[in-house]
Structure formats: structure tokens, C-alpha cells
């Protein structure tokens, strides 16, 4: 109680978790290095760098939490980070007045970290009020977050079953494809459908999640086609794509085919029937494993070369070769690492991903903290 009495609320960043004894915490606000807090409870749900409001109390020769933790979504953590800031700047003549009257009391050290406690205390309701209005505003979100393709179409799967006409044969269709740059064959029955031009990103809302498949060499994959014993089927994941896409099959086999059956299905449709249905035997978790983590070394590294929005549009490598440029980076790995967590819970794939190699490859392995 006595340490509570001294204690203010302020905003910290986790690291270095271990389950059921401890995490570390970074004070954003009053800044210093991380410090070893010891929680049990806590430390089963923190994902590293999460962000937290929270006190936190010396008891003995222990850091502890004192009463609850305020978790905060990634978006809403940088824009009470910038209230604060703004908040400090606005408040430094009177921070400085109150060192300036402690300093005779309780020297010059102990001054300067009294009036920043100072500081941060008489702001700390912002985060109280910050993480109450954005737990509203996303309890009346929906489930399914808006997901959409580079181009911006809304996923929407499409498929266009397209039967034989009279006299085609599978060799027909075959000879067909594989004359045009547009199909990319995958085996004996299936040709990914590829885009032979950069295409077009279209801006979308901040909260829109974009869908892309992409080949070993970074083309762009528009949809699939599947040769059936007596049909072919072109599947797309926009009306959009499913429209040109019927289009330039019309116009490499004309008559060969039939008029297409066409049906589409949401991505919400699509959760609902997954949930209803029986679960799969599970693929071997080690090759499952293996498989996800590959896919993820490949991604990142082609990541690293490529623009990044939260980066001014500039690659990871590029942005690295400044001091604020690896202060950015530092903060954008920060936050893939902590999506990336928050959505391992039911992957154990994910759960052991290791984040480490990307902070070693861009030369900031003193910013993981």
C-alpha cells in the first residue's frame, strides 16, 4: 500500500517474457531502460512488445504490477504515445519549475526524475480514456476484418465452371494453355493464372487487410484454372478478376467450351462452412512446421527490398542507413513480431517463429530491447 501511495499509471512497452514469473517493461513515457518486472498471471497472455498501462511498484527488491494491466491494439498505442508527447512538450516550463524547487531538497537527479513523474501523473487519465473509447469502438466492429486483393476488389471466391462443347478433348485445352504467357502450368491438370503486368494497388481504408499469392519470382498470381475430365474450371478471388478471366478464356478456346456455370461464396460464408464442417487430420506438426516457417523466411526477405508504407515508402535496408530510419524499423519489426504472437495462439507454427535472424540482417540488434 505504501508503494501504491508513490506510484503513478504510465505506458510501457514488454519484452523478454517468461511464462508464470516474469516480463520486461520499457517506460515509454518517462523513457530509461527495460526493468524486470515479476508477474505470474500477466506474463501467460503478453505477447512481446505489447503495449501496457499500468503501475508499477517496488516491493522489497522486487518490481511488481500494482492492481490491473490496460492492453492496447497497435494503432491506438502509437496515437497515445504521440498525445503524451505532445502533452510533455506542452508541460515542460512547469516540469522545470518543479525540479527547479526540488532540486535544494533532494538534489539534482532525483529533482529532474520527481518532475517527470509529476508530468506523466497528472496526464495519466489519457490512458484510461484512450483504451476505454477504442475497446467501444471495437466491440461494434465486425469479426471478419474487410480483406481485399492488390487491387483493392473486395475477396469475394468466384468460380466459373466452364463444360466441354461437342468434339473438345482435354489435349485441346491443354495445346491451348500452354501457348499463352497468361497460364503458368503447376502439373498435369492445373495452370496458375498470372498477371503479366505490374499491377495497379489501389488505396484502401486503414483497416482493410490485403490478400496477395505471389510465384517464386514475384509475379502475381490472379486466380487458378483446373482441367476437369469433361469441364474447366477458373477460380478467382474477385468478380473483378473472375470477369477478365472469363474473358480471356472465351477468347483462347471460343467454341471448345460451353456457356460457364458461375458461383461465388464470401469470406465470411466461407469461415462458417470451415467451423461446421469436421476438422482435417492435422498435417505432422514438425513438417507443418517446416513448411510455414520457409514460406515466412522467403516473405520477409523479399520484404526487406520491398517499399514499406510505415517506413515512408522506403525499403527496410534502405531506412536502416539513418539513425531515425532504424529507430522506424525497430518499431515496424516490433509490431510484426507482436501481430505475428497475437495470432499464433491455435499455431504453434507461428508460435515459434523466430523474429531474430531480421533484426540481425538489418544490422539493429541493439534496438530489441
Not at 498501462?53 to 504521440?82: F, H, N, P
Not at 469461415?271 to 516473405?299: F, G, K, M, N, W
Not at 505475428?340 to 533484426?359: Q, V
Request: proline residues 5%; negative net charge; charged residues 25%.
Amino acid at each position: 500500500m505504501a508503494a501504491l501511495r508513490n506510484s503513478t499509471m504510465s505506458f510501457y512497452e514488454v519484452s523478454g517474457i517468461v511464462p508464470g514469473e516474469s516480463f520486461r517493461a520499457r517506460d515509454l513515457a518517462r523513457g530509461g531502460e527495460p526493468v524486470l518486472i515479476s508477474e505470474q498471471s500477466a506474463t501467460r497472455s503478453l505477447k512481446p512488445w505489447d503495449r501496457i498501462a499500468a503501475r508499477v511498484v517496488q516491493v522489497g527488491s522486487k518490481m511488481q504490477i500494482g492492481g490491473g494491466v490496460l492492453l492496447y491494439e497497435t494503432g491506438i498505442a502509437e496515437t497515445c504515445i504521440e498525445a503524451l508527447h505532445e502533452l510533455r512538450k506542452r508541460s515542460k516550463p512547469e516540469q522545470r519549475k518543479f525540479s527547479k524547487a526540488m532540486r535544494p531538497v533532494v538534489g539534482d537527479t532525483a529533482a529532474a526524475e520527481l518532475g517527470s513523474t509529476e508530468t506523466v501523473r497528472a496526464t495519466s487519465p489519457i490512458f484510461t480514456t484512450f483504451w476505454l473509447v477504442d475497446l467501444i469502438e471495437r466491440a461494434g466492429r465486425p469479426e471478419i476484418p474487410d480483406l481485399r486483393n492488390v487491387e483493392g476488389d473486395e475477396l469475394l471466391l468466384c468460380q466459373a465452371r466452364y463444360p466441354f462443347a461437342a468434339g473438345t478433348t482435354c489435349d485441346h485445352i491443354q495445346t491451348a494453355l500452354d501457348a499463352r504467357r497468361e497460364f503458368r502450368r503447376v502439373d498435369t491438370t492445373f495452370w496458375n493464372w498470372v498477371s503479366l503486368e505490374k499491377p495497379v494497388a489501389h488505396a484502401s481504408s486503414p483497416e482493410a487487410l490485403t490478400y496477395e499469392t505471389r510465384l517464386d519470382d514475384d509475379t502475381l498470381v490472379l486466380g487458378g484454372v483446373e482441367l476437369q475430365s469433361n469441364a474447366l474450371v477458373l477460380v478467382a478471388n474477385s468478380q473483378r478478376r473472375c470477369d477478365l478471366g472469363c474473358a480471356l478464356l472465351f477468347g483462347i478456346l471460343g467454341e471448345r467450351l460451353k456457356k460457364p456455370w458461375l458461383t461465388t461464396e464470401t469470406v465470411d460464408r466461407l469461415i462458417a462452412s470451415a467451423r461446421a464442417e469436421p476438422q482435417q487430420p492435422a498435417t505432422p506438426e514438425e513438417e507443418s512446421c517446416a513448411i510455414v516457417h520457409d514460406y515466412l523466411d522467403r516473405h520477409y526477405r523479399d520484404v526487406l527490398d520491398q517499399p514499406v508504407p510505415m517506413l515512408g515508402g522506403k525499403s527496410p535496408r534502405a531506412a536502416v542507413r539513418t539513425a531515425s530510419g532504424r529507430i522506424k524499423v525497430a518499431g515496424w519489426l516490433k509490431m510484426m513480431e507482436n501481430t505475428t504472437a497475437k495470432s499464433a495462439e491455435h499455431n504453434s507454427a507461428l508460435a515459434i517463429y523466430d523474429f531474430g535472424w531480421l533484426w540481425n540482417e538489418l544490422g539493429i540488434d541493439e534496438l530489441r530491447r
